[in-house]
């Protein structure tokens, strides 16, 4: 049952992307309205869950109906691909096998096994989530619309998911797959992430969800987009609703879904030093709060334009109270989603080692504390070069 393709789930949506924010929670329960469509929803469920019958993967989140487990995989699944996924959710699940063992950990545990997943306002949001359930409702999940988008980190299209997988309700989703293969079937030729397209996506979602079997047409569409209707090249010859498609239909397929309307990224220019001691490296963390909030990185500062990378990193030894020649290591980029990172990572030993003090939050590490910690993505990627 396993498919070897690559999937995309969510690809090319910011740190915000799913949940919060990204449309309004509409009327529920389902719109009636089927007179619009180009063929007979009833089929398309028929032919799409006959095929999930014979093709839909086995994961390991598909072994249970528990709105806990199904909640974590559904806010891991987010940005990031399901091989990707399935080894911390395993972890995750073994660490924190209820809600209330996840909202009385502390939250540093929790970014700690989420290091390397990214997106980490996704680990925060969790933290949060689980101790409004324990604390508010005696750690039961609500199993309304209602409820659940009222909860840190979860949008519509998550919320759906969980009551279609954990509840058996008929709750439209309009995650990056179902929205590629929406895209496709009904041949949208507009932007694809723009106002138009959310109102009318939600509506075809909203009068496709099987009113019968909603735990398995939300999967199945899911897989559908993941394994079949993918990015790069859909296997149209394969699709058990090829016949009703109409970019099929009208040789649109490789054209769609259209290209976003992107606004320009800015770049920020940045100088980070790994500073040694020995065998210390010294990192600084960030305030629970905000981006990436939570995780550790190098003693950093941008750069002006008016200086160079090399002035900025010995100014920065200094306003820290260190004395040593800083020397070019390697530079980093790095995109996150509103700005591109140009990161210049200077190395120092520091000369006088008894001059050196922990402030400004910064506290030396080494050894299996410092592999462990989690430091984030571009700095981390900065760290490697130290030791590759
Ligand atoms: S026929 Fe091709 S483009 Fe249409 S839904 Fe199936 S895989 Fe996607």
Request: glycine share 8%; hydrophobic share 40%; charged share 25%.
């Amino acid at each position: 049952m396993n498919s070897r393709r690559k999937e995309d789930r969510g690809k090319g949506k910011g740190e915000r992307g799913q949940s919060k924010g990204e449309s309004p929670a509409h009327s529920f329960p389902l719109s009636s309205n089927r007179s619009v469509l180009p063929f007979d929803p009833a089929e398309f469920t028929r032919l799409l869950l006959s095929w999930y019958g014979r093709a839909g993967r086995d994961l390991p989140w598909r072994q249970t109906r528990d709105p806990y487990r199904i909640w974590i995989s559904e806010i891991m699944l987010q940005q990031t691909t399901v091989a990707a996924v399935i080894p911390y959710y395993k972890r995750f699940l073994q660490r924190f096998p209820s809600v209330q063992s996840l909202a009385s950990a502390p939250l540093d545990d929790v970014i700690t096994l989420w290091a390397g997943l990214g997106y980490y306002s996704r680990a925060r949001n969790l933290h949060r989530t689980a101790g409004k359930i324990v604390k508010e409702s005696g750690g039961i999940f609500p199993n309304s619309l209602d409820g659940l988008v009222a909860l840190p980190g979860i949008g519509r299209s998550t919320a759906g998911a969980i009551l279609a997988i954990a509840f058996d309700q008929p709750a439209p989703i309009l995650d990056g797959n179902v929205r590629r293969v929406l895209v496709r079937l009904f041949a949208w030729m507009d932007d694809p992430r723009g106002r138009n397209a959310e109102k009318q996506l939600w509506a075809w979602a909203e009068v496709l969800t099987s009113r019968e079997r909603p735990h398995d047409y939300s999967q199945a569409i899911m897989d559908l987009g993941a394994t079949v209707c993918t990015p790069r090249e859909p296997d149209c010859g394969i699709c058990p609703v090829q016949r009703l498609c109409r970019a099929c239909d009208r040789g649109l397929v490789a054209e769609l879904p259209l290209p976003r309307k992107k606004a320009r990224v800015p770049v920020r220019r940045q100088a980070a030093l790994i500073i040694k001691k020995g065998q210390v490296l010294m990192l600084r963390q960030r305030p629970a709060e905000g981006f990436l909030g939570g995780l550790w990185e190098l003693p950093f500062v941008d750069v002006p334009d008016d200086l160079s990378p090399d002035q900025v990193a010995s100014r920065l030894l200094a306003n820290l109270g260190l004395r040593g020649a800083p020397c070019k290591l390697c530079d980093v980029r790095h995109a996150y989603s509103h700005f591109k990172l140009e990161l210049a990572v200077y190395k120092v030993d520091v000369e006088s080692p008894d001059l050196v003090a922990e402030g400004d939050g910064l506290l030396w590490f080494g050894g299996e504390e410092l592999t462990s910690l989690p430091v984030h993505g571009a700095h981390r990627k900065a760290l490697e070069k130290l030791v590759s």
